[in-house]
């Protein structure tokens, strides 16, 4: 029998322990799991103020909180309130609520979509969405950094204007998501195109795009740019909507 060596055993012990806390910050170790829940929340808070030929104040917050169930399941819930004024009227407020379940496997994407939105530039008291369709994300990295994904839903949407008008559509809404991350930096756009079904001259067009400088774990720069343009709109209102803001974010680990 070999002689026992308790200098030998403790370097055995060492490599193994060495060789397991490897293993578990290894990014597959921190992936999701079937039997596991995890619910990550981010919340932004931007502004803009100008003064001299024309004065306005512009707020926005963001909140968004996501939920991953095991392998295939997740459910984004996202806020957005913005309020501004110009030569100290209000002209802007507008809300977004948005819920977008959704089941992935490999590349394939299914989504269903729940929301609401209040717009006083656009002269919208309520608007509801719901809708589905399928999706495919042709790029994207283990640990969810960098993406490129397109998606297809077929919405009902029912608007409710301040001049007391209603209309009820159906939509077709095309979505080009793209996520790029390298070290602090992080870049985000989502892009839709909207037509109505069958009427394609009655569409909406609107571009997310997000520059994001991490200068903590969980604190960070942010740049967002925010477009919207209708092709139907309110007599007296504008058909096109564009905001720059700067503020932070935070977000759990």
């Given at each position: ?31 999701q ?33 996501t939920f991953n ?19 100290r ?43 589905a ?6 790029y994207?990295d ?11 839903l ?6 409710y ?53 991490r ?8 740049a ?16 096109d909507?564009?905001n ?6 935070y977000a759990?680990?």
């Amino acid at each position: 029998m070999p002689e026992f060596c308790p200098m030998r055993f403790f370097q055995y012990l060492l490599a193994g322990l060495l060789a397991a806390t490897a293993l578990l910050l290894s990014p597959a170790a921190r992936a999701q799991r079937p039997d596991t829940t995890i619910i990550h929340y981010t919340g932004t808070l931007t502004g803009a103020f100008s003064a001299g030929g024309v004065y306005r104040t512009l707020l926005t917050t963001t909140h968004s909180v996501t939920f991953n169930r095991g392998l295939h399941f997740g459910l984004p819930l996202t806020g957005t309130f913005i309020y501004g004024k110009q030569d100290r009227q209000l002209k802007e407020r507008e809300a977004l609520l948005n819920a977008t379940p959704y089941y992935w496997k490999g590349h394939f994407r299914a989504y269903g979509l729940g929301g609401y939105e209040r717009s006083n530039l656009r002269g919208i008291a309520d608007r509801w969405q719901v809708g589905a369709g399928p999706g495919w994300s042709f790029y994207r990295d283990s640990l969810g950094k960098r993406e490129v994904a397109l998606s297809n839903l077929v919405i009902r949407e029912a608007t409710y204007y301040i001049d007391g008008s209603e209309r009820v559509v159906t939509r077709n809404s095309l979505r080009l998501k793209l996520l790029y991350t390298l070290k602090q930096f992080t870049v985000s756009t989502f892009t839709f195109y909207q037509p109505s079904i069958p009427t394609i001259s009655d569409y909406r067009v609107s571009q997310l795009a997000t520059v994001t400088l991490r200068v903590t774990k969980r604190l960070a720069v942010n740049a967002t740019s925010n477009y919207t343009h209708e092709s139907r709109v309110l007599a007296g209102k504008n058909p096109d909507n564009y905001n720059l803001t700067v503020g932070f974010s935070y977000a759990t680990p």
